[in-house]
């Protein structure tokens, strides 16, 4: 978990028939630890990663989990 105080800089709809409504947020973070702002750039990159590994056929999803009682 992070605490941070941010300003919300965009707000747009996405449209999907018969879904809930969702949207896409920008926000700017106006102020946060050190800490902080550097677990955000890491789960950033993380995604970023997920997402070329997806448009080259990789794996979309997050891995399975297991039960623990396997």
Known sequence: MV???????????????????KFELAC????????????IEQYVVWRSMRRVGASRGGEDEAPKRRSASR
């Open 28 to 39: 700017c973070f106006t102020d946060m630890s050190e800490e902080d702002r550097e677990l």
């Open 3 to 21: 605490q941070c105080v941010g300003v919300v800089v965009r707000s747009a709809e996405i449209e999907h028939p018969r879904q809930k409504r």
